[in-house]
Structures are given as C-alpha cells and as structure tokens.
C-alpha cells in the first residue's frame, strides 16, 4: 500500500501512480505482504518450506504521519517531544528544515528510541558483537550533540524519561527498567565524552609538528584506536586551515574491513536431509546416553577450517542457552568411529551438534554420549547461580536482578543489577547463605507450567530472555529460590559441593559481576591459597603475616622519606652548580648540559625552579635513567613568542640522536631514546637552534 501525501496541486500535475518506489519522498509505501513459501538453495533451485507464511510490514512511523497529516515523520508526535526538549536545552530553534542543527535533533531523537529499547532488553554497550551496534549507535547520537548543538556534557541520558512516559504503558518494561537504563547510557557518554577529549589533545599533540596536512593513517589511528568521529576530525581540520587525507583514510578503513571479513566469513552449505524426523527430542536432563539417527548434516566452512553441523532425531547434548555452555561429547557410528562433537548450540529452535567429521553411514544408529565429567561440573555452577541469585537478593536487596551470566566447567559467572560495590562483609554473609543452602541438600524441583502460572508462584525471568507460553520453572526451594530456566541442575544441592566467590567488580554503570567456583575448583582455590599463605609465613619466619606485612610496608615507607631527602639535597647542589654554569648566547640564557641525576620528576622540578629564576632560559637537559636516555627542554614564555622557539619542535629534531621521539608544549618538552651515547651529539645539536 502507498500512500500519496503531496498537495493538491502536485497530485494534479503529475500521478501518483508514475511516482510509486520512485523514492519520493511524498510518495511512501506504508504496508506490505511478504508471501514467504520456497528457499533457495546455493544451486539457485527452490524447495517448499516445511510451513508458508504470510509476513506484513506495517510503517510504523509513516503511518502515524499519514494519519496526523505531516510531511515528516518527525514532525508527528512519535518524536516532536524529545526534539522540543532538545530545541529547548540547546537554544536553538527546530525548523524542521535540513539544517545541522534540525538534523541533529531529528538523529537524537530517532537514536535514544533504538538504544534505550535495546539496554532495556538486556543487550549492554560493549566492544564487541551486539553490544559494539549499541555502543556506536549511542556515540553517533551524542557525537551530533557535541559537534551540533553543543552538548559539552551527558545529555541523552535526559530522554529516557520522555520515552517512559511515552512508552511505557505499551512497553512496560521501559518504566521497570528506566532507572538502569539512564545509568547506562550517562555512564557511556562520560566515558565518550572522556574520548572526545583525549582525542582533540592527541590531535592538539599532531598538530605541533606543523604538518601540512592530517595523515589518513593518523586520522584513522583516532577512529579506530580511540573511537574519534572522523567528522570530527575533519573539523577540527578546518579550523586548523589543514586538509584531511581521507583518501589514506578511507585506504586503511578499507583494509580494516577486508581484515574483519576475512576472519568472519562464514560459507555455510545446504543441508542434507538424511531422516524424516523434524525435529529433535531433547532427552538431556537426566540422560547422558542415546541412540539417534541423524536428520540433516551440512558443511561450514569459517577462519581457513571446515566443519559439521549435525541434526540428531534424540539427543542428550545441551544446546548453549541461558548463559550455561554447550555440552561436548562423541558420537559412535555402528562401525565403532567416535566423532567428538565439539560443541552444541541452537539455531532457530533446532538443536545443532558440531563436529569436525561426518560418521562413516550417515543413515546408520548413532549413540550419542556426553562428556559426563564436563556436564556434571557445569550443573553444579549453573546450579550455583540460582543459589546465588536468592542470597544476593536477600542481603542486598530485591532491586537485584540478573543481568547475564557465564556457566561452565570451571567457573560461573553472574551478572546483577547493584548501583555499589559488594563490601567484604556482604560478600562473605552471601557466601555463607549458599554455602548453608548446599550443605541442606535441597533436591531439586524442575516442572512445566504456563508462563502465567509461573510468574504468580514468583519464578524469577533472566533479564534479556525471551520466553514462549509453556516454560520450565527450576526451584531450590520454592521458598528460597524459584526461576524460569532450560539449563541442566544438580538433583539436589548438596552434589555442588561449596562455593568460593573469586572476585566482584563493575562491568557497567548499575551492573556488578561476581565470579565464583566450585566443587574440585573450589578446592583447588582454596588450597592455592592457603599454599601460597605457608609459603609467606616460611618467607617472613612468621606466623603473624597481618602484622608482619604492616612492618615491611612502614619500613618502606621510612626508607622512601630517606631517599626523597636525599634526592632533594642532590637536586638543590645539582641546581646550584647549573645556576653557576649559565652561559648568554645571543642574548639568551643558556644552559645545555648532562646532569648527574636519574629520576624524571626531580629533573623536572630543576627544570622549572630554574625556569622561575633564571629570565630568558633556553635549557636543555641530558641524563641517563636506568640505561635509557632521557632529553628536556624548558623555554621561558617570552622567547617562544619574541624567537619563535618551540620546545616541542626542537625535541623532536634532538631524539633522532638518542633513537627516540617525544613530544609536548612550546614551553616544555621531553624525549626518551635507546642510545644513551647520542646525547652528547643532542646537546650539541640543541645549540644550533639560538645561534
């Protein structure tokens, strides 16, 4: 369906009709039916698809503008509340025109909608995968901001609350969720805001070596390394009176991504059909063992190494899902092959065995077997974290709620929403709380029920996850611990064995992660530990590690103040004996010498004492700091204007001599090297620069 939404006048002087996919932009399509019935295979030929459907696209947006009768979609009330808010704390008037500012505007509002849904679904700014798109989408956002309407601080966090208030009542858990997500995103733009910064200093730096352009790979350096918008770079450029090399730009841009896909391509085959079973059945939780045929089996290629993807009719490998891994494991042939299935996941709902090698009959029984060790080490961690979903909850508070979690073999890690550090005491309360539940050896209650029923008995959701209209509800405990989850558990808690937390810290503004181990790996810290305790009591020859500890620290501290004092007498001679050697040169007070010191702040309070004392200084210095050689330079104010001298120009010119680089400000600069012997021909390459 298109809709015409042009004035009379223009609708009378050219159809409509003539105009439809034309990319008018008054001529729109706002509905579509797409009748989805065959796949093509890579061979080009179509097969029917086990079930057709009918997909209708609805313009959400395009729809509300032909309704209220705008031009723009951003002229509807979808939008106009957060552009206003913008107009309003920017003082800059919305004209709905293609101006950068209206632009701006329009790029803000469209973006908070898309990050804010996304956090609130659980999908976090990151640096990688999914969460990389919500970073960048969150940067460009406060990106137009900055450069546009100048927002020099957090600001798009501030939307949030419109988008609730909007929202909300369709999409309630906008309003369950808003205070983490204004957390989030405030948290992202400092963070930015901090790059934005570092960036312009770092191009401030490039620009003292008076370069007649911006290098593409320098331009490139600030995109990718620190996350600097090209554009802005671009304008700072401009300012500068310098031109952007962005064919070199757009050269390692290229290169980055041929780079990218070469590592990620994935050349993925057709299936093959084996079996007419559909789909497979799931006999994992309490069956380690089982005869299948196999249904289906492709080919993958991905990273130079091929591999399988196999469909069994049963099957007792755990599919990765809810944070807890795949299961691994062999599959027997009837000739007595084992092919190691190396890893199991899902895709689209149907269970995915990968392997590097096909079974000698594709049509044959296999036994599928589990890697049982690795199954049951990683029930106990998955396990684990329901028991400390309920302890966190209990002493922290029921504000907290999983945020994501990693389950295996070795270690589980868990995710939750907590807007402090966990103190040590509150660490060790929740320890002991799982560690009491495990040794009550509460047996496990694993059942299915309708989603409704679930959510009136309390069962708690995993944040982010999304679930159908039956769901298996995992509890130790109904009174303890109730909550929704397909992973694999423990028969009875007491078979995790104990739980030591390992660590806690931030991974997010809100978002606290605790790791923890248990069972054997449990044991395997704890005697660690406990080694490397005997082993500093035998060092120190104490039994009293606490107190013996405090000593060395205050004896490091005694001898500290003795050297900062010897240091300072030896700079206050060294000063001295450089006041006495000053020569005028050209009317310049000079000192140009090797000093006799090796600790890099001490030579920078000589430098600046004698730059407050002495007038017109030109000074540079030599020293040698661990074998490594090391060149200053301070220049009084007057002489970088009066002569034109530039400290961060002249060491630029005196480190090739010693096999470095430095840099810094007309007035003061520093440069390190790899050959000590140059420093003699440095000093005298320095004097060179005041004749």
């Not at 978002?511 to 080694?531: G, P, W």
């Not at 004492?609 to 000074?619: T, V």
């Not at 430095?662 to 003699?680: K, R, V, W």
Request: hydrophobic fraction near 40%; charged fraction near 25%; glycine fraction near 8%.
């Amino acid at each position: 369906i298109h809709v015409d939404i042009r004035d009379d006048e223009e609708r009378n002087r050219i159809d409509g009709r003539t105009l439809v996919n034309g990319d008018h932009p008054q001529v729109i399509e706002i509905w579509n039916n797409v009748f989805m019935e065959f796949n093509r295979k890579a061979d080009g030929s179509l097969e029917k698809l086990p079930a057709q459907h009918v997909d209708t696209g609805m313009g959400f947006e395009r729809l509300c503008m032909v309704v209220q009768g705008k031009k723009s979609n951003y002229d509807t009330d979808i939008f106009q509340d957060y552009i206003q808010y913008l107009a309003l704390k920017s003082g800059v008037a919305y004209t709905s025109g293609d101006g950068k500012t209206d632009v701006a505007m329009r790029v803000i509002s469209d973006h908070i909608r898309a990050i804010s849904f996304a956090i609130a679904d659980g999908q976090l700014p990151s640096n990688t995968g999914a969460g990389y798109v919500i970073r960048r989408i969150l940067r460009r956002a406060v990106r137009y901001g900055y450069s546009f309407l100048n927002f020099k601080e957090p600001f798009l966090y501030e939307l949030v609350e419109i988008l609730a208030q909007k929202m909300g009542v369709t999409f309630p858990e906008l309003i369950k969720q808003k205070g983490l997500v204004q957390r989030v995103i405030q948290e992202e733009e400092v963070s930015f805001f901090r790059t934005l910064d570092k960036g312009i200093q770092r191009f401030n730096d490039y620009l003292t070596s008076s370069p007649n352009k911006i290098e593409g790979k320098f331009t490139f350096e600030l995109y990718d390394t620190f996350g600097f918008p090209v554009d802005l770079t671009q304008l700072l450029a401009r300012e500068a009176g310098i031109p952007v090399d962005m064919d070199g730009f757009n050269a390692a841009l290229t290169q980055q991504k041929e780079r990218s896909r070469a590592a990620t391509t994935i050349d993925t085959e057709d299936w093959v059909d084996i079996n007419k079973y559909a789909e497979t059945t799931f006999v994992g939780y309490d069956i380690f063992e089982a005869e299948a045929e196999l249904i289906r089996y492709r080919k993958v290629k991905t990273k130079g190494k091929e591999f399988y993807q196999l469909a069994l009719s049963v099957t007792p490998f755990y599919a990765e899902g809810g944070g807890q891994v795949g299961d691994t494991g062999v599959l027997v042939d009837s000739t007595g092959k084992e092919i190691k299935v190396i890893d199991t996941k899902k895709e689209t709902g149907a269970i995915i065995h990968i392997t590097e090698d096909l079974p000698s009959d594709v049509t044959g029984v296999l036994l599928a077997k589990v890697d049982l060790h690795k199954r049951l080490l990683t029930q106990n961690n998955h396990s684990a974290t329901h028991l400390l979903h309920a302890a966190l909850r209990q002493v922290l508070g029921t504000h907290v709620e999983q945020k994501g979690s990693l389950v295996n073999e070795t270690q589980l890690r868990f995710d939750f929403s907590h807007f402090a550090k966990v103190t040590d005491e509150e660490i060790s309360e929740i320890e002991a709380i799982v560690n009491r539940k495990i040794r009550e050896d509460i047996p496990l209650d694993a059942k299915l029920m309708p989603i409704e029923e679930a959510k009136t008995m309390g069962a708690m959701a995993l944040f982010g996850e999304k679930y159908g209209d039956t769901v298996r509800v995992v509890a130790f405990d109904p009174l303890y611990s109730i909550e929704l989850c397909g992973g694999t558990h423990v028969r009875s808690t007491g078979q995790i064995g104990f739980v030591k937390i390992t660590s806690e810290c931030a991974v997010a503004s809100g978002i606290r992660r605790i790791e923890a181990v248990t069972a054997e790996k449990a044991e395997e810290f704890v005697n660690s530990h406990l080694a490397t305790l005997n082993e500093l009591q035998e060092y120190l020859k104490t039994q009293d590690l606490k107190k013996a500890i405090e000593q060395l620290f205050e004896q490091n501290a005694q001898l500290t103040a003795q050297v900062d004092t010897l240091i300072k007498e030896k700079s206050k001679v060294v000063k001295a004996d450089l006041k006495e050697k000053v020569k005028n040169i050209s009317g310049i007070n000079t000192i140009i010498e090797i000093i006799p010191m090796d600790v890099p702040d001490a030579i920078k309070d000589i430098a600046f004492q004698l730059k407050s004392e002495i007038d017109n200084l030109f000074l540079v210095f030599g020293a040698v700091i661990k074998g490594k050689p090391l060149l200053t330079i301070i220049i009084s104010e007057n002489l970088v204007k009066e002569k034109n001298l530039n400290a961060g120009q002249i060491i630029r010119e005196l480190a090739k001599e010693i096999q470095g680089g430095g840099g810094g400000q007309p007035f003061y600069a520093t440069a390190g090297g790899n050959n000590p012997t140059g420093l003699a021909k440095a000093l005298e390459k320095a004097k060179e620069f005041i004749k």
